[in-house]
């Protein structure tokens, strides 16, 4: 039994957690809830031995512990799985498995290579995962590095004499809908050696998955509920302290994009090798248009020629009527073109920079003179869309990496809307964020297409991309199957996605 009683966290200016009493037994599955914000990434840490907690205990078998860093806590069988992953990608698989603890396969000085992988073979087993450990592990898919992340973890098995509690940081966030189920059959499996903590904002998955369900809010626990006594409208409710509107994807406020304007985006009959092929469309001021497919159909990648990551290999692209004739990302911002990534952590932010700098590091020059910066004009504009898009931060000097990601996600966008972008491109622009979070990001997208505003959206969910959308088109294997009107009170439904998707 791993127990919290009481547990208490600061940092300047915010309670992180107050007075958390948490427990997880042997062979559970214990889900882990709550808005951004609300305390649970803190008492991850806080669990895994990142942070050490202000007050209250810690206890394992009802022996008290503290944890001074995670080596510690993986001491004590403690291990995580984390969301943006940690596996170094220029190092081969059995590298990563064993990493900071290589000693036991040194001979005289000397790595034995051979040994080190008949030992990565027998962690991978474990997660069924049946790829050559001398792999390296940049050319492994996302759900395959997730599995190698596991089998890391669990070599905790041979290290360590008691039981293993498994932290599970939104594992399947960016993953496919057969990677999900194969993912949870694993799990299951494990809870003969392990137990697991499940953290997610798929209230689903959640469900589906766990034995009980810890909700958060405002950095207290306010509410565990057994599997069997579980309702998602009830847990949303607590999350969020409302009842969640039901008018979710703002539907209502669909108005008519400018269907007799010029486009923003005309794509003829354009392909990117390998990637997709013969694409066509136009995009409009006002509509929002999503692009429908599962993965590898060619979605993200049309996003990434029109910002200019990726250079046709036939046909034209024009923006705002002028055709495209260099293809890189200076281009893109300069025609007007934001880009919203997927990996907001690695290609939307940067970390270690404060909020102002990153709102506007997209426009630098207007706010330059003579190699100068102009740093009360650019902590001024911060924080006018602080106020306007209710980013939760204690001033504009915070490090943009440690916001939560709804917060990170609402300083991406103001990065581009405060520079004037009047074409958005947002690639699973909700992943990762909880109710609240997402419904602010309905409302922004109804707010920049009332202003003229062009945006190609690859939704999170078929539900929230017809919900969202005036147009969709479904791709697959990278060719255009269909194009649907999306008017309000005549949406397409989800089988007549999916009929059309594979």
Not at 12 to 41: Q, T
Request: charged share 25%.
């Amino acid at each position: 039994m791993y127990e919290l009683i009481n547990v208490d966290k600061k940092f300047p200016g915010v309670h992180a957690l107050k007075s958390v009493d948490f427990k997880i037994g042997r062979g559970e599955i214990v889900g882990l809830v709550g808005e951004n914000g609300a305390g649970k990434s803190t008492l991850m840490k806080v669990i895994y031995g990142a942070y050490q907690p202000d007050g209250g205990d810690i206890t394992i078998d009802g022996t008290k512990v503290r944890f001074q860093n995670p080596r510690q806590a993986m001491d004590h069988g403690i291990g995580m799985v984390f969301q943006e992953q940690s596996l170094i990608t220029n190092l081969t698989v059995m590298e990563n498995i064993f990493l900071g603890f290589e000693q036991q396969f040194v001979r005289y000085g000397v790595i034995n290579w051979k040994a080190m992988a008949e030992a990565a073979r027998k962690q991978l087993a474990k997660v069924k995962l049946d790829i050559d450990p001398a792999t390296t592990t940049s050319k492994l898919s996302f759900a395959q590095r997730q599995l190698v992340e596991l089998a890391k973890v669990l070599t905790l098995e041979e290290r360590i004499d008691g039981d293993l509690v498994i932290l599970l940081d939104e594992p399947t966030s960016v993953l496919a809908k057969e990677e999900v189920e194969l993912l949870f059959s694993l799990v299951r499996e494990l809870t003969k050696r392990a137990s697991f903590i499940f953290v997610s904002h798929r209230m689903d998955e959640v469900l589906d998955l766990s034995d009980r369900i810890y909700v958060m809010k405002d950095g207290e626990v306010v509410d565990v509920v057994a599997h069997d006594d579980a309702d998602v409208d009830a847990i949303q409710h607590k999350m969020v302290g409302r009842d969640v509107d039901k008018e979710y994807y703002r539907e209502q406020k669909q108005k008519p994009y400018q269907a007799e304007a010029k486009p923003l985006v005309a794509f003829n009959d354009v392909s990117v090798a390998g990637k997709y092929s013969d694409i066509s469309f136009d995009l409009r001021p006002g509509e929002v248009l999503c692009l429908v497919g599962t993965e590898g159909s060619g979605r993200e990648a049309i996003l990434r020629t029109i910002f200019g990551l990726e250079s046709p290999s036939s046909g034209t692209v024009a923006l705002k009527g002028e055709t495209v004739t260099k293809f890189n990302a200076q281009a893109g911002v300069a025609n007007g073109v934001g880009y919203i990534p997927r990996e907001r952590k690695v290609e939307g932010i940067v970390a270690g920079m404060n909020v102002y700098e990153n709102m506007t590091l997209s426009q630098m020059g207007n706010y330059a003179n003579s190699g100068v910066l102009r740093i009360g004009e650019e902590k001024s504009l911060a924080k006018q869309w602080i106020d306007r898009l209710a980013i939760k931060t204690p001033d504009v000097y915070k490090d943009c990496g440690g916001l939560s990601g709804g917060n990170q996600q609402k300083v991406v966008l103001a990065k581009w809307r405060s520079a004037g972008s009047d074409i958005i491109l947002l690639d699973h622009p909700t992943r990762g964020l909880d109710i609240g979070a997402k419904e602010d990001v309905y409302d922004m997208v109804r707010e920049m297409s009332d202003d003229g505003v062009g945006i190609i959206l690859v939704a999170d969910t078929l539900e929230e991309a017809i919900g969202l959308s005036h147009s969709i088109i479904v791709l697959k294997d990278g060719v255009a199957q269909k194009r649907f009107d999306c008017s309000p009170g005549d949406k397409p439904s989800l089988y007549d996605l999916v009929h059309h998707m594979i």
